[in-house]
């Protein structure tokens, strides 16, 4: 077999063009939406729930730290401080999401129509082919988590044009904003790939589990991911070379596993 | 294809004690050589032909026994599955896309296959007379216009091996025509196995006829014909349907 010497580069472009046709502007504006949406959410809405007496105990002074919204008086607005805190995490889980979301959709196009045959009985190597619908997925998390973080850091900065609130951020802070959604993203589209082609049936809706055990499998780290930012303030670096470690092993890992595991007659026998 | 790539009696797909099928074997052992010419496979609905023709062309690998093309193995990734076109019972178009943007990616797909030929995009539009719906989405074609669509994906690279799941069902009689002038034209030079249900059609079309029954392949080419003359409708329904 001469699969390593394929062009991988070429396939993954056009796999993405044709993701991109079919889920990129769904998936664009959607990030578009929520980023900007929860950037507005920052400055505007929590300025009156800082009297609530259990905000400070939950934030303590652990996220501040990281990044703050600050009032005309200089003071730390809790609620404020805490959402900004918690974007990297909520934006990974909106990559994740939108991995999840877009990946089946442009896989499952290919296995129920003849698309999968094709490719199948193409001289492409199997590992090759996967790459190249991870590849898709991959850039259009990416794409997503860019619309989401642009569109974030807009609405947060014009927020702080039109009121007396200004915005702190560390490093650690900034980073954490680029490694939680690209793991996320990194981690749901290979957990979303291994479902759709092993085990399609998982990634169907039942009832009080709308979405299927994979995408709940594609999201579960977002939840470890939310203390890391809010709660390891002092440990922020490592736990957040943590997550990236083990996302990028893991799907590593995972990627080999549906490769080694893939089984065309189960996919075409169902 | 050089005479050398063909074996002996000019076989160029060939299957050596074959067992087909997904979870339990459906049809097989069978061993079969097809050579240049059009060949169609009959069987009644659930026989296996789909089954048979996905494992020829590599889709999904042989329970036992070999299956090679040019005499090389056609299992996952080999040089040789590049000179095999395959159209498959569903097609193999992204019904949101347009035309020449299904054409594109399978373009581009092929391109990253080093030392594919392509056949030029302009010649295969007109071949196909596929000019005026270059730019309307699949999904909003006709069932026929779809296929011609999907046999211009087949013919892009030029394959030398073309194995067809029921070309020709849900097509009007002038599309349908078209698609038999061109399976009998690719038979001249080329190897066509394709999958049909109309007797008649293989009839016309065909000149050799593989039957799947039971677990067996039977082969009624004019020249094994187990001692009829030539194939006719009603022998291929008396092997398709015993009598009880």
Request: one cysteine or more.
């Amino acid at each position: 077999m001469n699969g390593t010497r394929y062009l991988v580069g070429p396939r993954v472009r056009a796999f993405t063009r044709r993701a991109w046709i079919q889920q990129g502007t769904m998936a664009l504006w959607l990030s578009v939406l929520i980023g900007a949406g929860y950037g507005l959410l920052v400055l505007l809405a929590p300025s009156g729930m800082d009297t609530m007496p259990e905000m400070s105990e939950v934030m303590g002074s652990h996220a501040s730290g990281l990044a703050a919204v600050l009032g005309a008086d200089g003071q730390v607005q809790v609620m404020g401080s805490y959402l900004l805190v918690m974007a990297p995490a909520l934006l990974g889980a909106l990559v994740g999401i939108i991995a999840t979301l877009t990946l089946p959709g442009v896989v499952a196009d290919d296995v129920s129509g003849g698309g999968i045959e094709v490719l199948l009985a193409s001289p492409i190597p199997r590992r090759n082919l996967f790459q190249a619908y991870l590849g898709a997925g991959l850039v259009l998390a990416g794409a997503s988590w860019m619309a989401a973080t642009f569109s974030f850091a807009v609405a947060v900065a014009l927020s702080t044009l039109f009121t007396d609130a200004s915005v702190t951020m560390t490093v650690p802070y900034v980073l954490a904003l680029v490694v939680l959604p690209l793991s996320m993203g990194i981690w749901s589209a290979t957990i979303t790939l291994f479902g759709a082609l092993l085990y399609p049936r998982a990634l169907e809706s039942r009832a009080g589990m709308n979405g299927g055990p994979i995408r709940l499998l594609a999201i579960m780290p977002t939840l470890f991911a939310v203390p890391s930012v809010v709660f390891l303030d002092r440990w922020i670096l490592p736990a957040l070379g943590a997550v990236l470690l083990t996302t990028l092993v893991a799907s590593i890992l995972i990627t080999d596993l549906t490769a080694r595991r893939f089984r065309s007659t189960r996919l075409l026998g169902t | 294809m050089t005479p050398s790539e063909m074996g002996s009696a000019g076989i160029v797909v060939e299957a050596q004690d074959l067992v087909v099928g997904y979870d339990r074997a459906v049809v097989g052992p069978i061993t079969v050589g097809l050579g240049p010419g059009v060949t169609a496979l009959l069987g009644r609905n659930g026989a296996g032909k789909t089954t048979l023709m996905r494992t020829l062309c590599g889709v999904i690998p042989a329970m036992s026994g070999r299956c090679a093309v040019f005499g090389e193995d056609v299992s996952d990734g080999t040089a040789v599955r590049s000179r095999v076109g395959y159209l498959g019972h569903e097609l193999a178009l992204a019904s949101a896309l347009t035309v020449e943007q299904n054409l594109s990616f399978w373009r581009e797909v092929w391109d990253s296959i080093p030392k594919s030929t392509l056949i030029d995009h302009d010649e295969l539009i007109d071949r196909f007379d596929l000019t005026e719906v270059l730019g309307r989405r699949v999904r909003s074609l006709s069932r026929g216009q779809r296929q011609r669509v999907e046999m211009a994906r087949l013919a892009m690279t030029d394959p030398d091996v073309v194995i067809l799941d029921e070309p020709l069902t849900g097509l009007d009689p002038v599309y349908a025509a078209q698609i038999r002038d061109l399976l009998r034209d690719w038979g001249r030079t080329r190897t066509v196995l394709y999958s049909t249900h109309s007797v008649p059609e293989a009839l016309e079309l065909a000149d050799r006829f593989l039957l799947v029954r039971g677990a067996d392949l039977i082969d009624l080419s004019p020249d094994n014909n187990q001692g009829e003359d030539a194939v006719t409708e009603q022998i291929i329904l008396n092997h398709l349907e015993p009598a009880a």
